[in-house]
Nanobody
Framework: EVQLVESGGGLVQPGGSLRLSCAASGYTYSRYCMGWFRQAPGKEREGVAAISTRGGSAYYADSVKGRFTISQDNAKRTLYLQMNSLQPEDTAMYYC?????????????????WGQGTQVTVSS
C-alpha cells in the first residue's frame, strides 16, 4: 500500500516562498499519478497540481499557474511543490495524493492514497 508523508509547511509572509515535500513508499504498480491538493477552512478541497511518476507535462490549477511548480525525484521517491509569490488565499492544509493510473494526470477526484497534510499559512 502506498504511504505518503508531507513536510515543509509553515508560516510565510505574502510574496514569500515555500517548498513542500512528499515522501512516498509502497509503490506496487508501474505508474502513478501524483497530485497536490489543498483545503482551506470552510472550503472544498481543491486540486493544485499533478504529475506522472514517469514524468511528462504537469497539470496546474488556474489559481496557481505561474507561481507553483510540481516536480519529483524518483530516486528518492519524493514529490515536491515549489510555491512562489504566496498570497493569503493560498492558506490551506496541503495534501499529497497518489493513484495508480495509465491515463492523464490531473488534480481531480479519484486519488485513493493520501498523506496526513501539512499546513501552509500566508500572513503578515
Amino acid at each position: 500500500e502506498v504511504q505518503l508523508v508531507e513536510s515543509g509547511g509553515g508560516l510565510v509572509q505574502p510574496g514569500g516562498s515555500l517548498r513542500l515535500s512528499c515522501a512516498a513508499s509502497g509503490y506496487t504498480y508501474s505508474r502513478y499519478c501524483m497530485g497536490w491538493f489543498r483545503q482551506a477552512p470552510g472550503k472544498e478541497r481543491e486540486g493544485v497540481a499533478a504529475i506522472s511518476t514517469r514524468g511528462g507535462s504537469a497539470y496546474y490549477a488556474d489559481s496557481v499557474k505561474g507561481r507553483f511548480t510540481i516536480s519529483q525525484d524518483n530516486a528518492k521517491r519524493t514529490l515536491y511543490l515549489q510555491m512562489n509569490s504566496l498570497q493569503p488565499e493560498d492558506t490551506a492544509m496541503y495534501y499529497c495524493a497518489a493513484v495508480a493510473s495509465l491515463g492523464p494526470c490531473v488534480a481531480r477526484p479519484g486519488y485513493n492514497y493520501w498523506g496526513q497534510g501539512t499546513q501552509v499559512t500566508v500572513s503578515s
